[in-house]
């Protein structure tokens, strides 16, 4: 009787191990993704902000020269009225 409960509890320890060395695998492979997501979501993160400062930056160069359009405008207008 003492074997069979001690084959038994070998057996159980056999397959806590199997079981744990898979779950070791499994939670390997779930931080090798964890870690692949996390540097692409970095890198779009990096180039959204590139794309949005080269947009912020074409947009103050197209106000900039409305403002100034709109000054040589104003001159024009000035210098025709004082003649």
């Known amino acids: ?8 509890a070998a057996a159980g320890a ?3 191990l199997t ?3 898979e779950t070791a695998e499994t939670a390997d492979e779930t931080v090798d993704a964890v ?3 996390t540097e692409a979501n970095m ?4 180039a959204a902000m590139e794309e949005g400062m080269a ?6 160069e ?13 001159e024009a207008n000035m210098e025709a009225a004082a003649e």
């Open 43 to 46: 890198e779009a993160a990096g």
């Open 62 to 74: 197209e106000g900039a020269a409305a403002v100034e359009g709109a000054v040589e405008e104003a």
């Open 1 to 8: 009787m003492r074997k069979i409960i001690f084959a038994a």
């Open 14 to 16: 056999a397959l806590t």
């Open 55 to 60: 947009e912020g930056e074409a947009m103050m």
């Open 35 to 37: 870690e692949a997501d």
């Open 19 to 21: 079981a744990c060395g």
